[in-house]
Structures are given as structure tokens and as C-alpha cells.
Nanobody, 118 residues
Framework: QVHLVESGGGLVQAGGSLRLSCASS????????MGWFRQAPGKEREFVASVTWIGVTTYYNDSVKGRFTISKNNAKNTLYLQMNSLKPEDTARYYC???????????WGLGTQVTVSS
């Protein structure tokens, strides 16, 4: 069982920045592909960004490209999401997820709330 804990959410004005972190105690953290997802009230959970297990290749939802950056520090067992130029439509609960390559995201954190005021 991979245990994931998100942090770094909060209330920020439009145009501001936040950095989310996702920490894991899993000693084989480096083997996992990781992703960030978000869910706004009344909406489906959506993909935000992902990074391969080695931390080199990244993927982004078009709505966050150029504003968000995902990164993975295998030495610290931590995943990050740097969010710049935040917009009110970025308001959601953000979740990190982990999965072995080819196996889908099997493990999820409880999420951290991000609220962007206009």
C-alpha cells in the first residue's frame, strides 16, 4: 500500500502562485509514475499533469500548460506541482496519484483544497 499525503493548498488571488507537494513514505517511490488530478464541486475529476517514474517525461492538461509544472524528487519521495498565474477556474480539490508503469493509478491521496479568488 502506497500512502500519499498532499499539502500546500490554500486561498490565493487570481494571478498568484501555489506549490503543492505530495509526500510518500514508500521506499520504492522511484518506481511509480505520478499524477495530479483535480475535482471542482459538481464536476468530474479531471487530469491535471503527470510524470513518468524516472521523472523526465511530463504531460499536461491543455488548460494548465505553460502555467503549471509537475516535478518528482525521488530522493525525497515527493511529487510537486508548481502552479503559477492561477485563475478562478483552477479552484478545486487537488489529488496526487501513483501507479506502476502500465498499471494505471492505483493509489490516491485525500487531496488538498485550492481556492482562487477573482
Amino acid at each position: 500500500q502506497v500512502h500519499l499525503v498532499e499539502s500546500g493548498g490554500g486561498l490565493v488571488q487570481a494571478g498568484g502562485s501555489l506549490r503543492l507537494s505530495c509526500a510518500s513514505s514508500e521506499r520504492t517511490f522511484s518506481k511509480y509514475a505520478m499524477g495530479w488530478f483535480r475535482q471542482a464541486p459538481g464536476k468530474e475529476r479531471e487530469f491535471v499533469a503527470s510524470v513518468t517514474w524516472i521523472g523526465v517525461t511530463t504531460y499536461y492538461n491543455d488548460s494548465v500548460k505553460g502555467r503549471f509544472t509537475i516535478s518528482k524528487n525521488n530522493a525525497k519521495n515527493t511529487l510537486y506541482l508548481q502552479m503559477n498565474s492561477l485563475k478562478p477556474e483552477d479552484t478545486a480539490r487537488y489529488y496526487c496519484a501513483a501507479g506502476l508503469p502500465g498499471g494505471g493509478y492505483a493509489y490516491w491521496g485525500l487531496g488538498t483544497q485550492v481556492t482562487v479568488s477573482s
